[in-house]
C-alpha cells in the first residue's frame, strides 16, 4: 500500500537493525486517516470471506481494525493484556512473548464474544516473529471457530513470522513488507 509506505519512509524511524518506530501515525499518536485508508485495504482483500468478527490486540492493533470493521459491518474484539477487575467471566486464554517488550504475557479473550461459527480475521500492527499473531489464532481456535486470515500493517519480512504463518497455513496479507534496514533506510519488498 503506497500511502503507507510513503509515511514509514518519511515519518519512521529505523532504531536498530530490526526495529522501526512508527509512534508519529500509528503506536502513540494516531492518524485517523491512515486508519480508514488501511481499514478499508483490509475489508477490499478480505471482502469475499465473509468475515464475521475482527481480532486484534491492545492496543496498537485496535484503531485500524475498528475501521476495517466499520467497512466490513463486523464486531471488533480485542485481547486484553491483563485481566480487567471487572470480568468475572470465562475467559480463552494463551502466552505470547512480546518482540518489544521482551516478557511474555498472558492475553485473554472473554468466551461470550467468540462462537463457533464465526470467520474471524486477525489484525495486527506489526509482525515479527508470529508470537502476537500465533497467540491470537490459538484463542480463536480454542473456540473452534475459523481463522479467516490475518490481516498485518508493517511485515518486517526478513523475520520468521510471515513464513511460520504461511507455513500453518493462514492467509497473511500485508500492507508494507519491509526486506531489511540498511543505514538508517527502509528497504521494501
Ligand atoms: P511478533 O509477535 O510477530 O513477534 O511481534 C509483533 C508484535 O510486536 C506487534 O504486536 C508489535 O506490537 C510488536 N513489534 C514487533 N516488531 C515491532 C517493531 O519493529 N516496531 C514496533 N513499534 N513494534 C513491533
Known sequence: MDLLKKRIQSDGQVLNDSL???DSFLNQQIDPQLMLKMGEEFAKRFSGESITK???I???GIAVSVMAGLILNVPVIFARKKKSVVSNEALYCTTVYSFTKRESNNIIVSKKFLQEE????IIDDFLANGEAATGLASIVEQANA???GIGIVIEKSFQPG????????YRVESLARIASFSNGQVNFL
Open 146 to 148: 475459523k481463522v479467516t
Open 20 to 22: 522501526l518506530k512508527v
Open 58 to 60: 491492545e492496543s496498537s
Open 118 to 121: 464465526d470467520h474471524v480475521l
Open 54 to 56: 475482527i481480532l486484534t
Open 162 to 169: 510471515a513464513q511460520k504463518l504461511l507455513q500453518a497455513g
